[in-house]
């Protein structure tokens, strides 16, 4: 399954910041990165991104990406501003496309719902939009944003790498409980000696046996 993250803006996008300087882009970038490494941990997933740190990728360039993937899901990731200076409006909102299909809806409210028990900010609903993002892409797209750059409270909450964290868990459990996902089961062997002396091997495997490992010998 090819899931398409994608961070809103650029880091030199006009406006797109706080109104005492930190950039939407950085926001959006941190959580991208977040909850593409928590993608990765899922079985049969691949995630790939359509931003980048050195210019502000064209909306255009960026759907016409995540088409030629044959992408399954279209996630952009945004903070939201209300005005120019600080104000008291906040919460969280998830996009879809004014005719949405079912598996497009049922992504938004799953991340939308994550989203607020995992914040605990103003749930602001699913909403619909004519978004280039959410317009232009031929798979399910949604389009979150993840609180106010406009509201004090929430512009702390949105440069706080811990924020970020938690932001990026609740977009990934959203899209892990949409699409049934299965977390991988890799097993990593740790091998703590080798010796030419059985006796010796005898007694760590009595050491770690003791020490409530589950130990074993194995012949090379």
């Not at 941990?41 to 931003?51: G, K, L």
């Not at 502000?56 to 209300?82: E, G, M, W």
């Not at 900010?121 to 004519?130: E, I």
């Not at 944003?145 to 459990?173: D, P, W």
């Amino acid at each position: 399954m090819i899931i398409v993250l994608d961070a809103g803006h650029g880091l030199m996008t006009p406006g797109k910041r706080t109104p005492d300087g930190m950039r939407e882009y950085e926001f959006n970038r941190a959580v991208a990165k977040y909850a593409k490494e928590k993608l990765e941990s899922y079985n049969h997933v691949e995630v790939n991104i359509t931003h980048s740190d050195h210019l502000d990728v064209p909306l255009q360039t960026r759907t016409d990406f995540a088409n030629s993937l044959k992408a399954r899901c279209f996630v952009s990731i945004h903070a939201n501003a209300y005005g120019r200076g600080w104000n008291g409006v906040g919460g969280i909102e998830t996009y879809v496309y004014p005719s949405p299909t079912a598996e497009a809806s049922r992504l938004a409210k799953n991340v939308q719902n994550e989203l607020i028990k995992h914040t605990g900010l103003r749930n602001r609903g699913v909403k619909r939009a004519n978004f280039h993002v959410l317009r232009e892409t031929k798979m399910t797209s949604i389009l979150v944003e993840c609180g106010f750059m406009t509201n004090k409270h929430e512009a702390t909450l949105l440069k706080s790498g811990a924020y970020r964290k938690l932001c990026a868990e609740a977009i990934v459990k959203g899209i892990a409980s949409t699409y049934s996902l299965t977390k991988s089961t890799k097993l990593y062997r740790v091998q703590t000696g080798a010796f030419s002396n059985y006796e010796n091997a005898m007694a760590l495997l009595k050491k770690l046996k003791n020490a409530g490992f589950d130990a074993f010998i194995k012949k090379s």
